[in-house]
């Protein structure tokens, strides 16, 4: 079956441009989660939803970035005037629900601010 | 609240085992292990539940030590395949649907 798909693979934005980025879930996977992760780094968490329910946004590095997830399916993460430090691999997972389900990791974004 | 990997890195040579710790400072419900490889998506290994619970994968064992608040992963006659970085992320509370927080990783190499 279709894992989890990320659109774009790269993106290369100047600063002050906003970005979207797309994540597909697995089909029927109730949680997604956002991840940031810095060359050498560990996936540093963003934020995360049940279905459409945004239940955790305190890794948001700040009001910049925003994530929605409306009909709780596909879901962007928008990065609005975009900074050199935003560069990172954005990874997009979804499980069957919270407590216990393994993470099902796509490929994530590249993001260079330039 | 992120969980402390050790060591760092790791090389060894084919055949050897290793040992990757995972700590954290508060209670945790569960831990999880992933291993990425350079340029791809973590994978998932294993998860491990409260209750000191070893569980196996391949030649790849993982326990949890619920009062340490420590995990540790074992990789016993490494494979040229096992190289790569492995994270462990933690849950703390699950009542609460809580995230899941990933620690900065070890990178281990394997040589021939």
């Known amino acids: 079956g279709a894992g989890v798909s990320q659109s774009p693979r790269y993106k290369v934005a100047k600063r002050g441009q906003d970005v979207a980025l797309r994540c597909d879930p697995i089909?029927?996977?109730?949680?997604l989660f956002w991840y940031q992760q810095a060359l050498g780094q560990g996936p540093e968490f963003l934020t995360y939803?049940?279905?459409?329910?945004?239940?955790?946004k305190s890794g948001l590095p700040s009001d910049r970035f925003f994530a929605e997830r409306p009909e709780g399916s596909v879901s962007t993460l928008k990065i609005q005037r975009t900074q050199q430090e935003d560069s990172a691999v954005y990874l997009c997972?979804?499980?069957?629900?919270?407590?216990?389900?393994?993470?099902?990791f796509g490929n994530g974004t590249r993001l260079t601010v330039t | 609240q992120q969980p402390v990997q050790s060591p760092q890195a790791v090389i060894l040579r084919e055949g050897e085992d290793a040992v990757i710790n995972c700590s954290s400072s508060?209670?945790?419900?569960?831990v999880h292990w992933y291993r990425q490889k350079h340029g791809e998506a973590p994978v998932f290994l294993m998860i491990?539940?409260?209750?000191?619970e070893q569980k196996g994968h391949e030649k790849i064992s993982a326990s949890f030590n619920e009062k340490k608040q420590q995990s540790s992963l074992y990789l016993t006659a490494s494979q040229l395949s096992y190289s790569g970085t492995y994270f462990c992320?933690?849950?703390?509370?699950?009542?609460?649907?809580?995230?899941?927080?990933f620690g900065k990783g070890t990178r281990l190499h394997i040589l021939p």
């Open positions: 997972a979804s499980s069957l629900k919270t407590a216990n389900s393994p993470l099902h």
């Open positions: 089909s029927g996977h109730v949680s």
């Open positions: 939803f049940q279905n459409e329910a945004q239940l955790d």
């Open positions: 508060k209670a945790l419900y569960s």
């Open positions: 491990l539940l409260k209750g000191g």
């Open positions: 992320g933690t849950e703390i509370d699950v009542n609460r649907d809580d995230k899941i927080i």
